[in-house]
C-alpha cells in the first residue's frame, strides 16, 4: 500500500497544474469584468488604495495598458488551448 501512496506524490502536487490553468484564464478575465471605465476612476482608486496620486493622462496609459495586457493574455491562451485541441485531434 505504501508503494502506491509513494508513486502518486502528495495529493496538493496533483491539483496544482489544474488550479493554475484555471487561475490563468480567470486573472485576465476579472481584471476586465472589474477594471473602471474611466480613466480618472482608476487614478481615483490607486490615491484611495495606495496613497499614490497618478495623474489623469498616466492613468489613460494605465488604463490602455491594462486592457491590451489582459486582451493579450487571453488571446495567447485561447490560441494555446486550441493548439492542443488540434493536437489531439491529430493523434486520433
Do not use: C, D, N, V
Given at each position: 500500500m505504501?508503494?502506491?501512496?509513494?508513486?502518486?506524490g502528495p495529493p496538493?502536487?496533483?491539483w496544482t497544474p489544474r488550479g493554475w490553468h484555471g487561475a490563468q484564464w480567470l486573472l485576465p478575465g476579472t481584471i476586465l469584468a472589474l477594471l473602471p471605465k474611466c480613466p480618472m476612476c482608476i487614478a481615483t482608486y490607486i490615491?484611495?488604495?495606495?496613497?499614490?496620486?497618478v495623474s489623469v493622462p498616466a492613468a489613460v496609459h494605465l488604463h490602455?495598458?491594462?486592457i491590451l495586457l489582459c486582451v493579450t493574455s487571453l488571446g495567447f491562451l485561447a490560441l494555446r488551448q486550441a493548439a492542443q485541441l488540434v493536437g489531439r485531434f491529430r493523434k486520433v
Open positions: 505504501e508503494g502506491r501512496a509513494a508513486r502518486r496538493s502536487r496533483r490615491a484611495l488604495t495606495t496613497g499614490i496620486g490602455g495598458a491594462l
